[in-house]
């Protein structure tokens, strides 16, 4: 069990354009999402955390406008990116949490190549 | 910046040989845990040490954690090239759920 999936697991897109990921927790229900993006050969950096039903809360340093974090289920968090630049490529990863033995243990997902050009 | 150091940045042994990783964060922690990743892919997760909890073992695996060092280390017992990848601790502050990773360690185990 724990299960994360991702849509799309890869994307190419020009400048200027928008591009929606998708995060989805298949076999339980996550109150928390969280998103993550990594440039090669280097560590996750934690861009938001998202609740579901709330607005995301963002790391400093990351744009709420650039980077729209939707939670709408227990089951589901996109992130859109708005108006894409190359800057904006990178490896996106989600995870979801859930409560095991008292401790918040986060799944994650396959991760997004996004390609900007 | 939250993020946490290790060292060493890479390590390549042979198979056989044990590997040993080390990670030093800055904040107090509820508990700190290990990932592994492969090359441009997702984590997984590979164990969870609690802050009151100073050894644990799963496996091949053997995770310390020193609290007054704030430091942790990872030993992979009698290395295989499929360990080869990229290793990374993370650690969850008290009171909070979200994770900050440390700069990883890249692991080549040669056959």
């Known amino acids: 069990g724990a299960v994360v999936s991702q849509h799309p697991s890869w994307v190419i897109c020009k400048s200027g354009t928008s591009v929606k990921i998708e995060c989805r927790s298949l076999?339980?229900?996550?109150?928390?999402m969280f998103w993550y993006r990594q440039f090669p050969k280097q560590s996750l950096m934690l861009m938001a955390t998202?609740?579901?039903?709330?607005?995301?809360?963002?790391e400093q340093g990351v744009e709420k406008d650039k980077f729209l974090i939707n939670h709408a289920s227990l089951t589901l968090s996109t992130l859109t990116v708005t108006s894409a630049h190359p800057e904006d490529s990178s490896f996106y990863i989600c995870?979801?949490?859930?409560?095991?033995?008292?401790?918040?243990?986060?799944?994650f997902g396959p991760g997004t190549r996004l390609t900007v050009l | 910046s939250q993020q946490g150091e290790e060292d060493p940045q890479a390590l390549s042994i042979q198979e056989g040989e044990n590997a040993t990783m080390n990670c030093s964060y800055k904040?107090?922690?509820?508990?700190l845990q290990w990932y592994r990743q492969n090359s441009g892919r997702g984590l997984v997760h590979l164990i969870l040490i609690r802050s009151n909890e100073r050894e644990k073992h799963s496996g091949r695996l053997r995770v310390t954690l020193d609290t007054s060092k704030k430091s942790s280390s990872l030993l992979i017992t009698a290395s295989r090239a499929a360990d080869t990848a990229s290793y990374f601790c993370?650690?969850?502050?008290?009171?909070?759920?979200?994770?900050?990773f440390g700069t990883g360690t890249r692991l080549t185990v040669i056959p």
């Open positions: 904040t107090s922690i509820n508990n």
């Open positions: 076999d339980f229900q996550a109150t928390t």
């Open positions: 993370a650690t969850a502050k008290t009171g909070a759920n979200n994770l900050f």
């Open positions: 995870s979801a949490g859930r409560r095991e033995q008292g401790t918040d243990t986060q799944y």
């Open positions: 998202s609740n579901e039903g709330s607005k995301a809360t963002y």
